[in-house]
């Protein structure tokens, strides 16, 4: 009897402490990793691991695939880059700048999505995010083809300089961590589950008595908000924001990297976007278009593993002893 | 001058042929998206790539293989439904269980994969592709110009929206068809082989993405990119016309296409936005799209 209990407890504690040891791997991890590797390198990950995970909030917890989150990331990245330029504000409003305008664009293009599900809320989002495409190629503050180029980094709070690229490195992980942080405080809230009970089955929430509409813009306002976060960091750290980041291939690249990571998995993302920008920096030397790879990885993963790396790692043995729980539909 | 609204009859008319030129194969597409919708419920993001594929095909069978105009016509089509049949055989299949959206997934992998190795055996930029020398020149209809392969788009591609829409309504092979979208298990146990029909409307959409692709050659360059660019704006067609109805299809794309091609008589910068715009209005109004059930 005692002994049951025992192992019973052992259970319970073992797997928050595997859990605590992984995170605390990964945080030292990304701490030293510029000791290592080149800074820009990092900060792409981290800018399109958060832009992932941000969209991964929509997909993974409440069902939605958007088709349309490169006009957040890159719209953001514009707001962002247009502020600190032109207006000369400094690198933490200027993100604001494009947090609030990502949220904003979010509304906007979330008001018309949701009145539509499944197949028909992707394609709804793609055109419209074509549409602000569009936009952008056409309006004065994008600069068109250009781009806004050259954009200051600034200071920090007034003193941090951010040109160093250690400086900028350290500013961009904690972003990074406090983005993922509310995401995950978002999913483990009780608005969290009522967004996973939409995913599972719309219909029994709206029967609940759930204004499945207004949560679901809701959803989609943060993810485009977080989405901002990301695209407003980026445009920081390359300095530049150009029409590349507004096209529909950003929406679909990171749709793989979640794809690629685990759909509905928090740090499934990181490692999607850790992999295709592994890949993209790989390849971007070679003639070798890096879409034939990309569209053969996403053949790959629908056919052979839609959990994702992630994912899969969960639902293997280790995993589940490690405790790691992953419950998605497929 | 005739004017009509200020504007001079000759442009007017000139934009409204350009419109009904798009509209005849945003019609065209849409209706091969929402033939393999009704039956699979895939979005086939890969439709732009096998009218490029069309397209391109032509390209390659006249400069490789001296092959003209008019077997093309039959051959591209005939080549690039096998192949989508082969796909839907091998891997789309594999998906029909699924939740709807890994189909399109699937799909839009299938068109990067394909665009990118167009891309780099071929290079970004166009190819010319020569009008066949029995539609080459024009017209005087007196109050404009038409140039004779225009026209012949326009019509050869409403004769085909028609004939598939005639299949689909009339024929037995249209029966099983309709039957299969509403009730695919009963129809099987009828008899009838309802795999093979999955297979065979997957490769009828292919192929009739891939005649849009020939009929396009000689208008447009034959590029790479001119199925991506194309396959938002019939994404965009769909949601307003709504997949429940074939008809629906064929007519949104007309509509739209002219709607495009008029304002890029009045209002130039907005042309290549206004099918989002007539889409976003049509979601507020009727959300299941103008010919649209609700799914």
Redesign the interface.
């Known amino acids: 009897m005692t002994l049951t209990l025992e192992l019973e407890k052992q259970k319970e504690r073992s797997p928050v402490v595997a859990q605590t040891i992984f995170l605390g791997a990964g945080l030292a991890l990304l701490l030293l990793a510029p000791l290592f590797f080149y800074p820009v390198f990092l900060m792409k990950i981290l800018c399109f691991a958060l832009f992932a995970c941000a969209f991964n909030l929509l997909l993974g917890y409440t069902g939605l695939l958007s088709f349309g989150h490169a006009a957040f990331f890159g719209g953001a990245a514009y707001f962002t880059a247009h502020a600190v330029k032109e207006w000369g504000v400094p690198p933490e409003l200027g993100i604001l700048v494009g947090v609030i305008g990502a949220a904003l664009l979010g509304a906007v293009i979330g008001f018309f999505a949701i009145r539509r599900q499944g197949i028909y809320f992707a394609m709804i989002t793609l055109a419209l995010a074509q549409m602000f495409y569009f936009f952008c190629l056409q309006a004065e503050f994008t600069h068109g083809e250009d781009g806004i180029q050259s954009v200051p980094r600034g200071h920090l709070f007034g003193f941090v300089d951010l040109s160093q690229s250690t400086n900028m490195y350290y500013f961009v992980l904690a972003v990074f961590v406090i983005g993922i942080g509310i995401i995950w405080r978002i999913i483990n809230s009780p608005f969290g589950m009522i967004l996973k009970s939409i995913r599972e089955n719309e219909t029994r929430a709206i029967s609940l008595g759930y204004s499945v509409r207004n949560y679901k813009l809701a959803a989609f306002v943060m993810s485009a908000a977080l989405t901002g976060l990301a695209g407003g960091v980026k445009a920081l750290v390359f300095q530049f924001a150009t029409l590349t980041d507004v096209g529909w291939q950003m929406s679909g690249e990171v749709i793989l990297m979640t794809l690629l990571g685990g759909i509905g998995t928090l740090i499934g993302p990181l490692f999607g976007a850790g992999l295709v920008v592994t890949l993209q920096n790989y390849l971007a030397t070679s003639e070798f278009p890096v879409t034939i790879i990309t569209g053969l990885v996403f053949m790959a993963c629908v056919l052979l593993f839609r959990r994702g790396i992630v994912g899969e790692f969960y639902n293997s043995r280790l995993g589940r002893r490690l405790g790691f729980e992953h419950r998605h539909k497929h | 001058m005739t004017t009509i609204f200020g504007i001079p009859l000759q442009a007017f008319l000139g934009q409204l042929l350009i419109g009904l030129i798009n509209g005849s194969f945003y019609a065209l597409l849409s209706l091969g998206l929402a033939i393999i919708?009704g039956l699979l419920r895939v979005?086939n993001f890969a439709h732009g790539a096998q009218y490029m594929l069309g397209a391109f095909a032509a390209w390659l069978l006249l400069s490789h293989f001296g092959i003209g105009y008019w077997p093309t016509l039959i051959l591209a089509p005939l080549l690039v439904g096998l192949l989508g049949a082969a796909v839907e055989r091998t891997?789309l299949r594999?998906?029909y269980t699924?939740?709807?959206?890994?189909g399109?997934?699937?799909t839009?992998?299938?068109?990067?994969?394909?665009?990118?190795?167009f891309?780099?055996l071929y290079g970004a930029s166009g190819q010319p592709y020569a009008t066949p020398a029995l539609l080459a020149g024009g017209t005087n209809l007196g109050f404009m110009f038409l140039p004779i392969y225009r026209g012949w788009v326009i019509a050869f591609s409403l004769a085909v929206c028609l004939g598939t829409w005639l299949i689909i309504e009339k024929t037995k092979l249209g029966s099983y068809l309709r039957a299969a979208t509403e009730n695919p298990v009963l129809v099987q146990s009828f008899g009838i082989n309802v795999p093979f029909l999955l297979t065979l409307t997957y490769g009828l959409g292919a192929a009739l993405a891939a005649l849009a692709g020939v009929l396009a050659a000689p208008i447009y360059q034959v590029s790479p990119l001119m199925g991506?660019n194309i396959i938002?704006?019939v994404?965009?067609v769909?949601?307003v016309g709504g997949m429940g109805s074939i008809m629906g299809a064929i007519i949104t794309g007309y509509m739209l296409g002219v709607a495009e091609g008029l304002t890029k008589v009045f209002y130039p910068?907005a042309s290549?936005?206004v099918i989002?715009?007539i889409?976003?209005i049509v979601?507020?109004i009727r959300?299941?799209g103008l010919f649209g059930r609700d799914?």
């Open positions: 919708f979005i891997m594999r998906l699924l939740d709807p959206l890994y399109l997934l699937f839009f992998g299938l068109a990067l994969t394909v665009e990118g190795t891309r780099y991506s938002i704006i994404f965009a769909v949601v910068e290549n936005i989002f715009v889409m976003a979601l507020l959300p299941a799914a």
